[in-house]
């Protein structure tokens, strides 16, 4: 059984604890609890008191910044040589950003959308259902999963063609279609000939660049889901918790931007590869300071604990931890450390790419303190 075979039934089983969980079943019972103290609750208090303009406008261009900053550098480092950014600064982020990315799924928003969807000011608008946020999840996991097998059997029906004018396949092409015999390593049955190494991976590279550019736009729409959310949250903030959350969100930024940044840098294209890049890299470092637009064109009607807000908000959430979750363990963390490029690393660039990983989650995990 393949690594990302393996890591599969441990997503959903991951998932499936998450809606199960005490904490879901916890906030499952805030409805009860809801009736008993209903007088307490204010869910239609809206507007932002000592709004700053000067430092609310400001803060638009330096997550900007922070964004541009961590979405462009991989980049402008794969496509403009003259910048002399080291290839294995490149690795090192790549595998950085895998653990970024699992533990903003993990650490931001499963989490956003559990608080958010438990809410006592939702009250028996979800059907009382504490399990919401690990349902929405799971099925953004089905759902990914899904489309990657259509699209991988997409890509091998496209490949799926005669040999020749009529002749059938010669005994040596053949050889793609035998199966591992047991002890026999399956990527050495697929160069065991000149012909069959060059006419399998045609058919491996086209349908891995297929699913490597449709896994890598919905990483950046989970993350985009999620970073307008956050964009909106900062601009209706106030005093000390603004400054702390603007410094937490900067650094949330450009670490994302990163993760994203070094998937988009790895893309393939045959036309307009890096305006291709940069656009996608252009798309992130906006999303977050347009939801903080959106934030402060709504500041004085906006109704942060409302049903209507804390369901988007939960939903959204829920749905995007199940889209990077998926991405992060089986599109990033299983297959960059399967493929035969990171079998090829000596020890010392291997132990340096697992520590990049858990430095990654590391930094997510510390900033999910603040936001």
Known sequence: MSLKNQVLPALFALASLVAA????????????????????????????????????????????????????????????????????????????????????????????????????????????????????????????????????????????????HGEPHSEESSELAKPATAGEDCDAVAVHTHH?????????????????????????????LHSVIIGLTLSVATGSEFTTLLVAICFHQLCEGLALGSRLAQMQHKNRAFLRAAISAAVFMLITPLGMVIGIGVRYSYQPSSPAALISIGVLDSLSAGILLYTGLVNLLAEEFGTLEFRGYGVSKKAMCFAATYIGAGIMALIGKWA
């Open 21 to 164: 969980s005490p904490l879901s079943a916890r906030h499952g019972s805030h409805d009860d609890h809801g009736h008993e103290h209903g007088e307490e609750l204010d869910c239609s208090a809206s507007g932002v008191e000592a709004w700053n303009t000067k430092l609310h406008i400001g803060a638009i261009f330096i997550v900007l910044v922070a964004g541009g900053l961590g979405s462009f550098l991989p980049v402008l480092g794969y496509y403009v040589p003259q910048l002399h950014i080291p290839k294995s600064a490149l690795t090192m982020g790549k595998f950085l950003g895998t653990g970024v990315i699992i533990s903003t799924a993990l650490i931001h928003m499963l989490p956003g959308g559990v608080g958010a969807l438990g809410n006592p000011c939702i009250g028996s608008r979800m059907g009382n259902y504490g399990a919401w946020p690990g349902v929405l999840a799971i099925m953004a996991i089905l759902v990914m999963h899904l489309m990657e097998f259509l699209l991988s059997n997409h890509a091998m029906g496209k490949h799926e063609h005669p040999h020749g």
């Open 196 to 224: 069959t190494h060059v006419h399998g991976l045609s058919f491996i590279d086209a349908r891995g660049a297929r699913a490597f550019h449709v896994s890598t736009y919905i990483l950046e729409l989970g993350i985009c």
